[in-house]
């Protein structure tokens, strides 16, 4: 009879434990992570949505956000406070259909003028492979409800040369450049030394995966349909997690915090997840990195975005959403997100 009498108190003790999880800090240097909520599915006619792999994301105001699936092309709009799935994915006549495994969406940014940017993996075991997942778009929402893209405002551009010569010129080695692969995007706008405007596009590569890798390319006044000439922004060292290497999954520039948020998750040969780590690089350098936290050991964070930041009385404060893609076909785990609060001091 006790013995039946402990079990129920134990699995009380971890509930009240997990149920503190909102309310728990993690503090680093000047940057705390707080108001961590507890990670939610995705719903669809008021049931778990088992078909999205949560990739990039971006808000798009009204409590919503847009959000990549990165098996298929279309994009979903979702409430931010339910995760509920608003009205059919929206897509474009001119964006890229499926094709094979692409075009493998991995990377969502948005510009200050509201111009949207998404970008495919780049990544192939042949070059056939590469080119169905070698995409770059700039599109713009109709102000329209429920929201839909304007095909007027499609264009390309392109960066798989760019890419590769940016590893070249970072001494990597060609086997690891074979094995490239994007999995971040964000805006970087910002003054240069002169005083004048910047808008810079920033990729992030999850391969090669003995480093993190960010190049940068000047898009002030790029041409549509370009070729961008892309150059290393940062590069650094990521520690393992449990002994799994940890790779770049996500990343947003925040002009508020005057430095770029990166995360990295760790993925075994198994689909087993060993915790995701977010990262700080300040403008001020483009070698080192300040973990700030270390979320969700059990599932793969893919996305990452600012929806809402202020500075006030010294202090800036920055909403972050996250979006994890837990490969449900093979760890029948959903796509899951949370919000979170970062704030400098």
């Given amino acids: 009879m006790i013995a039946l009498c402990i079990r129920p108190i134990r699995?009380?003790?971890l509930a009240a434990l997990f149920a503190l999880g909102p309310a728990l800090a993690a503090i680093a240097g000047?940057?705390?992570l707080t108001q961590i909520t507890l990670p939610q599915p995705f719903l669809e006619d008021g049931k778990v949505n088992n078909v999205?792999?949560?990739?990039?994301?971006?808000?798009?105001?009204?409590?919503r956000f847009l959000l990549a699936h990165d098996k298929a092309p279309a994009l979903y709009v979702v409430e931010l406070e339910t995760g509920r799935i608003l009205g059919a994915p929206i897509t474009s006549s001119r964006l890229p259909v499926q094709n094979g495994a692409g075009p493998k969406w991995e990377g969502m940014a948005r510009d200050s003028d509201g111009n949207f940017y998404i970008i495919g993996a780049?990544?192939?075991?042949t070059d056939d492979e590469r080119a169905t997942k070698s995409h770059l778009y700039r599109f713009r929402l109709k102000d329209t409800d429920p929201p839909a893209i304007d095909d007027s405002s499609v264009v390309a551009f392109h960066a798989a040369k760019g890419i590769e010569q940016a590893?070249?010129?970072?001494?990597?080695?060609?086997?690891?450049?074979n094995k490239r692969k994007v999995e971040g995007l964000t805006i970087r706008e910002h003054s240069d030394a002169s005083g004048a405007k910047l808008k810079e596009l920033v990729i992030g590569l999850r391969a090669p995966t003995d480093k993190v890798r960010l190049l940068k390319a000047d898009i002030t006044n790029v041409s549509p349909d370009s070729e961008l000439e892309l150059k290393p922004l940062a590069v650094f060292q990521a520690e393992p997690r449990e002994g799994v290497v940890s790779e770049l999954t996500a990343m947003e520039y925040c002009p508020a915090l005057e430095g770029t948020l990166v995360m990295t998750a760790s993925e075994d040969d198994d689909n087993a997840f060993h915790g995701n780590t977010l990262w700080f690089v300040p403008d001020s350098s483009n070698d080192r990195a300040e973990k700030i936290a270390v979320l969700?050991?059990?599932?793969k964070a893919e996305g990452l975005t600012v929806v809402s930041a202020e500075k006030k009385d010294?202090?800036?404060?920055?909403?972050?959403?996250?979006?994890?893609?837990?490969?449900?076909h093979a760890t029948h785990i959903p796509s899951r997100f949370q919000t979170a609060v970062l704030i400098k001091h």
């Fill in 11 to 13: 699995l009380a003790a």
């Fill in 30 to 32: 000047d940057l705390e």
């Fill in 52 to 63: 999205i792999e949560a990739s990039g994301v971006e808000p798009i105001g009204n409590g």
């Fill in 122 to 125: 780049h990544n192939g075991k």
């Fill in 167 to 177: 590893l070249k010129s970072l001494g990597v080695e060609p086997s690891l450049i």
């Fill in 296 to 299: 969700s050991p059990a599932m």
């Fill in 314 to 328: 010294g202090t800036t404060s920055a909403r972050l959403l996250i979006t994890y893609d837990n490969d449900f």
